[in-house]
């Protein structure tokens, strides 16, 4: 696709139900990543996948956040039992070549998560 | 604990000014990169300097990087109002991209 599209842009949920966070990256790009920031805060890493696979999950808050990424394309962030902290916008970026020196990451517009 | 963090916080400024907004980091990069976030919106980013570049210039922007104190600045001339945004400064390995907590401009019409 042109960009990365992440969805819903918005969710509002209740306590202790489960969220899932979709991200479509930019086709071709092998590094994923999600990241999420509380209001008026910077990113705090989540996850970064290459390819399908997941080589650092060491941001990931607790057990009941997880993710996965199919076909190289499409992943989704699962948060299971939603807290109210879990309050925050999801951001999901790409880019093309996975691992080097890095480079310059694609974001989606974000998945504003609201638990009430 | 954070790798990037910027400074000031927060700068308000008249339009014309120029605008300098700081990053320290913690370990050794690769490379540093900047990236700017409109109120709601997503990250775009503006520009990546290499840990063997001293300065690099893009349009309105100039980065500079210092690795011997691990510092690097972004300094926007001729601001705008539409320049107003959260400025991030952006480190670490190709695995973990870290971000410090921001920069927020305003520019005053």
């Known amino acids: 696709g042109a960009g990365v599209s992440q969805s819903p842009s918005n969710k509002v949920t209740e306590k202790g139900k489960d969220v899932e966070l979709r991200c479509d990256p930019i086709s071709g790009h092998t590094a994923l990543y999600w990241y999420r920031q509380s209001l008026g805060q910077g990113l705090e890493f989540l996850i970064y996948?290459?390819?399908?696979?997941?080589?650092?999950k060491s941001g990931l808050p607790s057990d009941r956040f997880s993710a996965e990424r199919t076909g190289g394309s499409v992943s989704t962030l699962t948060i299971q039992r939603t807290q109210q902290e879990d309050s925050a916008v999801y951001l999901c970026a790409s880019r093309r070549l996975a691992g080097g020196l890095g480079g310059e990451l694609f974001f989606g517009e974000g998945s504003r998560l609201t638990v009430l | 604990s954070q790798q990037g963090e910027e400074d000031p916080q927060a700068l308000s400024i008249q339009e014309g000014e120029n605008a300098t907004m700081n990053c320290s980091y913690k370990t050794s990069i690769n490379n540093l990169q900047w990236y700017r976030q409109n109120s709601g919106r997503g990250l775009v980013h503006l520009i990546l300097i290499r840990s063997n570049e001293r300065e690099k210039h893009s349009g309105r922007l100039r980065v500079t990087l210092d690795t011997s104190k691990k510092s690097s600045s972004l300094l926007i001339t001729a601001s705008r109002a539409a320049d107003t945004a959260s400025y991030f400064c952006?480190?670490?390995?190709?695995?973990?991209?870290?971000f410090g907590s921001g920069t927020q401009l305003t520019v005053l019409p």
């Open positions: 996948f290459q390819g399908n696979s997941a080589p650092d």
């Open positions: 952006a480190s670490g390995s190709a695995r973990q991209l870290t």
